[in-house]
T-cell receptor, first 114, second 115 residues
Framework: ELKVEQNPLFLSMQEGKNYTIYCNYS?????LYWYRQDPGKSLESLFV?????AVKQEGRLMASLDTKARLSTLHITAAVHDLSATYFC??????????????FGTGTRLQVTL | DAGVIQSPRHEVTEMGQEVTLRCKPI?????LFWYRQTMMRGLELLIY????????DSGMPEDRFSAKMPNASFSTLKIQPSEPRDSAVYFC?????????????FGPGTRLTVT
């Protein structure tokens, strides 16, 4: 069974600081997805990482994928309050015959304080 | 495209009543997913369809839950009878399976409260 773990579960950080969210998964997969969820809202796709070494950046967020370590990171640079949300990583079952199905991590709730 | 559409957005019902949640996927998408989100259990996949056919319903909590997809543009999730522990936000998502990515697009969700 594919398992996806995120840490930390909750992150409180000051504006202007940098931090990293980690996403570990249990079986081989070359495809990893990051989603953002604002309170009371739906999930919005942020990044799709498709191969080992892939790096994607959007504004103050940068995501990377290391398939050998089964690890993805979401790095936040100089955080601003607007980034406060819950961030989920998800992996598909490409190598387990369920490529269409995503397994989500527990989510990391990010709170950026002034 | 309007994105994934769900109705109702909010539903409050009494224990024992039947609840039907509705979803219209993005036109042309061939996969449809139903998720449930709670504080305690996080985001859970309940069931998903490919070309209107249920593929995996192992996440459906019990026989009180059922889902159908009569055509490519409509799906329902029914709970009968409902119980307070079914209170959650239910999301529908759709995707078009294609290489290299398999991105899912989520609807706004239905917040269900069972009293």
């Amino acid at each position: 069974e594919l398992k996806v773990e995120q840490n930390p579960l909750f992150l409180s950080m000051q504006e202007g600081k940098n931090y990293t969210i980690y996403c570990n998964y249990s079986t081989t997969s070359d495809r990893l997805y990051w989603y953002r969820q604002d309170p009371g809202k739906s999930l919005e796709s942020l990044f799709v990482l498709l191969s080992n070494g892939a790096v994607k950046q959007e504004g103050r967020l940068m995501a990377s994928l290391d398939t050998k370590a089964r690890l993805s990171t979401l790095h936040i640079t100089a955080a601003v309050h607007d980034l406060s949300a819950t961030y989920f990583c998800a992996v598909d079952g490409l190598w387990t015959g369920t490529a269409s199905k995503l397994t989500f991590g527990t989510g990391t709730r990010l709170q950026v304080t002034l | 495209d309007a994105g994934v559409i769900q109705s109702p957005r909010h539903e409050v019902t009494e224990m024992g009543q039947e609840v039907t949640l509705r979803c219209k996927p993005i036109s042309g998408h061939d996969y449809l997913f139903w998720y449930r989100q709670t504080m305690m259990r996080g985001l859970e996949l309940l069931i998903y369809f490919n070309n209107n056919v249920p593929i995996d319903d192992s996440g459906m909590p019990e026989d009180r839950f059922s889902a159908k997809m009569p055509n490519a543009s409509f799906s329902t999730l029914k709970i009968q009878p409902s119980e307070p522990r079914d209170s959650a936000v239910y999301f529908c998502a759709s995707s078009l399976y294609s290489e290299p990515a398999n991105e899912q697009y989520f609807g706004p969700g239905t917040r269900l409260t069972v009293t």
